[in-house]
């Protein structure tokens, strides 16, 4: 039986240590059509997920082949933070990645995470239009702007 895009209304991608410490994007790309396929159903719809480093006790963006593999794939799809869920803040997690995260505390009142990154301003600028043109694809401006708002309150913009 084939399975649908519309299955799901959350696609995962797990990448393994190997894959990211090789750059190898295989699997990324396919579970990408299928978030692409969605449209602006693909909107925070998206999982990422890191196997691997369970015994290290660093956090994934403090992980360099971590940092490097992020660092790729927002060049090949620059748009991605369109489509990775807001789910225990993992977009802004991976966003600390690509750059450096001075500051990162949950308040235990209401769970909500505070974070200070900074990125460097070419990788914004290539987030930005892509996030932007992405949304203009798929007729879905509104939450393009949504995206890039979240990641300007992260960065201080």
């Known amino acids: ?21 090789k750059l190898e994007f295989s699997h990324l790309t396919e579970t990408m059509k299928i978030v692409e396929s969605k449209g602006r159903e693909g ?3 998206f999982i990422l997920a890191f196997d691997g480093w369970e015994s290290d006790s660093s956090e994934l963006y403090e992980i360099p082949a971590v940092r490097k593999y992020i660092s790729e794939m927002v060049k090949r799809y620059p748009y991605i933070f369109y489509h990775i869920t807001d789910m225990q ?12 995260l ?14 200070d990154v900074s990125i460097p301003e070419a990788i914004y600028k290539t ?3 892509g996030t932007l043109s ?12 949504r995206t890039i708002q979240r990641i300007n309150e992260v960065l201080g913009k």
């Open 1 to 21: 039986m084939a399975v649908s895009p519309d299955d799901y209304d959350v696609v995962l991608a797990q990448i393994s240590r190997s894959e990211c410490e």
């Open 43 to 45: 909107y925070k719809s």
């Open 89 to 100: 803040s993992l977009d802004m997690l991976y966003l600390a990645a690509l750059g450096d």
């Open 102 to 115: 001075s500051t990162f505390m949950k308040e235990n009142t209401n769970q909500k995470a505070v974070y």
């Open 127 to 129: 987030i930005y239009k």
């Open 134 to 145: 992405y949304g203009e694809k798929v007729g879905d401006i509104e939450n393009a702007r």
